[in-house]
Structure formats: structure tokens, C-alpha cells
């Protein structure tokens, strides 16, 4: 079996839509990115490529490139799967936690869980997804991001 680790953050600006796990999120401002800049998603297409040893998400997905402007984020990470698939593994499930000062994201974790389960092609069981404050300190703490941190587990395909 491989582990991998993956982190992102992204800047919160005002009349931006926020997207975290592939879930729209009722909130004044969003992440801002080439993409959707769905900081949640990123983290998990870093742990996916690292387990692999496949690189980053800035080879396979550079901001550089205009057919990943807008883009959303779930579409890199079904890419992420399928090429990790190409090289042999699967996924046997992921962890994530995001640190976010606002808004509240618990009512949102499970369908968040349900979005990504799609592209990881996994149950949405083998899917975590968690939020945290962070209690003020920083600027995550001051509203000016939000910060994502993930692992994913993958085996050998049978
Ligand atoms: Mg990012």
C-alpha cells in the first residue's frame, strides 16, 4: 500500500462563489484561483499524485494553462484517479480536513464526502471530510483563507 499527504490554501475575496469539495457553499466571499480554487479538492489530488509518486498538481494542472481556467476542481480529480489507475493503483480511501473561520462548514462535510466519492470512484464511506476553526490565530483566522489538509490511502489493482 502507498500513503500520500497533500496541502493547499487559497485567498477568500468578496463575490466570489466558494467551493469546497465540489460543493457550493452559502458564504459572502470565495477562494480565489485559476480554477474553481476549490482548496478542499486540490489537497486531495496532491495526496492521490504523491502516493503514487506521480508529481503535483501544479505539473499535471498548470494555473498557466487557459483550459483550466474556471475549471471544476472534481474534473482534476477524476483525472488524478484515472491516472493513477493507469499506473497500477486504486484507491482505498481519504481523509481531509479543512480550517475555515467562516463560514460554518459542518451542515455541508457529508455531501461534500458524496462529491468527491464520484471522481475517487470509491463509496462515499471511504470518503472523510472534516472542518476546523482556527480559533482566530493567523490569517486563516482573520477571513483571509482557507486552508485544506488531506491523505489518501491506494493499493495494487487487483
Ligand atoms: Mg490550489
Known amino acids: 500500500m502507498r500513503v500520500g ?3 493547499d490554501v487559497h485567498v477568500l475575496e468578496a463575490g466570489r462563489p466558494l467551493v469546497l469539495g465540489g460543493v457550493r457553499v452559502p458564504y459572502d466571499r470565495g477562494l480565489v484561483g485559476h480554477s474553481d480554487a476549490d482548496v478542499l479538492t486540490h489537497a486531495l489530488v ?7 509518486a506521480l508529481g503535483t498538481i501544479g505539473e499535471h ?5 487557459p483550459r483550466f481556467r474556471g ?4 474534473e482534476l480529480l477524476a483525472e488524478s484517479t484515472r491516472l493513477l489507475e493507469e499506473a497500477g ?16 462548514l459542518q451542515p455541508h462535510l457529508r455531501s461534500m464526502a458524496e ?5 475517487l470512484r470509491v463509496d462515499p464511506t471511504c470518503v472523510g471530510v472534516k472542518a476546523t476553526s482556527p480559533e482566530g490565530l493567523g490569517a ?4 483571509e ?9 491506494l493499493e495494487p489493482k487487483p
Request: charged share 15%; aromatic share 6%.
Open 140 to 143: 486563516l483566522g482573520r477571513r
Open 61 to 65: 494542472f498548470p494555473d498557466t494553462d
Open 5 to 7: 499527504i497533500g496541502y
Open 89 to 104: 493503483w486504486r484507491v482505498v480511501n481519504v481523509d481531509a480536513v479543512i480550517s475555515a473561520q467562516e463560514p460554518r
Open 71 to 74: 475549471i471544476s476542481s472534481l
Open 46 to 52: 496532491d495526496a492521490l499524485l504523491g502516493a503514487a
Open 145 to 153: 483563507g482557507i486552508s485544506a489538509q488531506a491523505v489518501a490511502l
Open 115 to 119: 462529491a468527491l466519492a464520484g471522481p
